[in-house]
């Protein structure tokens, strides 16, 4: 009976207490407690634990099952420490991307990120179709997919972190992901982040881009070469209108909409002061939004241009 007691009287207080610590944790917002029907997609490994515990000699099933939880919320308990007191550098890790034009005179982007922010522009290089520094958690996988089609280049960036992790992911945690463009073909843009999402298209020859924020705001600055649809998804939208463009807002929510200085509205359309060119007029389809402000590109103001200038490569240094 002694070494009975002695054999399990250390597992149930071990199971109390990584439980109360998961559990005060969790309800101090620090981590997500994970859900049932997330624990039930484990239950092979109560079968292995069972076998490896009987291999070594413990026959009680109570024992088995308690040894099983104890170090199964053991274990959680060390993810939850490395993932609050562990450096950033060992949770992140930098990867870059470089992808070439190959003479496509039409590309095809679509960029998703759930656990980063991004920022958007165009490249320097008449090489490169895509290049990049992008910050990536250690606990996410990075998928990257290029098509070659008849002069139509499709590349496909995508960033998917690991779900049953017992933690959320919140704005101080994003990474971020710095993504250049090529200047050279016509360009179709699907970019999706979980925070802020900054892109400069001014110098792009963009002919849609669907832009979307699912917990941040979004800042871009409209191309110059007119024609374009953009449809966007976010908290708040901040638009940057170059010179001679006009702007027509299709809304199917009730936004509040701000102009800048510089900016005349007439219905739903919006135009700069100066002349403007013939024609020359983007599209803007606002999915959700719960504010819309629209700059002119004369009048912007000076604590809005970090924002919308070229990739920081600062930030991304290892």
Partial sequence: MSSRRRRYGLALPL????????????????????????????????????????????SSLSGVLSGILAVALLVALGMVGFRLFAPSSWQTRLETVSIELEEASVAEID????????????????????????????????????????????????????????????????????????????????????????????????????????????RVEISDTGGAEYVVLCDDLTLILPEGLSLLIDSSTSNALALGEGLVQSGSRITTASPGRSGAQATLRVREAETITVLSAGHISPSLSPNLSPNRDSQTSP
Avoid: Y
């Fill in 15 to 58: 199971i109390l207490i990584s439980g109360g610590v998961l559990l005060l944790l969790g309800n101090l917002g620090l981590i997500d407690v994970p859900s049932w029907s997330t624990l039930l997609r484990f239950w092979p490994v109560l079968l292995i634990a069972m076998g490896i515990d009987l291999v070594f000699g413990r």
């Fill in 111 to 218: 960029v998703s990120c759930d656990a980063c922010e991004l920022e958007v522009a165009a490249s320097e290089s008449a090489e490169s179709l895509v290049s990049g520094r992008l910050r990536v958690p250690q606990i996410s996988s990075l998928q990257q997919t290029v098509v070659q089609k008849p002069d139509v280049r499709s590349v496909e960036l995508k960033n998917r972190m690991v779900r049953w992790l017992p933690w959320r992911v919140d704005s101080a945690d994003l990474a971020l992901w710095q993504i250049n463009l090529s200047t050279v073909p016509a360009i179709a843009l699907s970019a999706s982040a979980r925070g802020d999402l900054t892109a400069n298209l001014r110098h792009l020859q963009i002919e849609e881009a669907v832009l979307t924020s699912t917990a941040g705001d979004v």
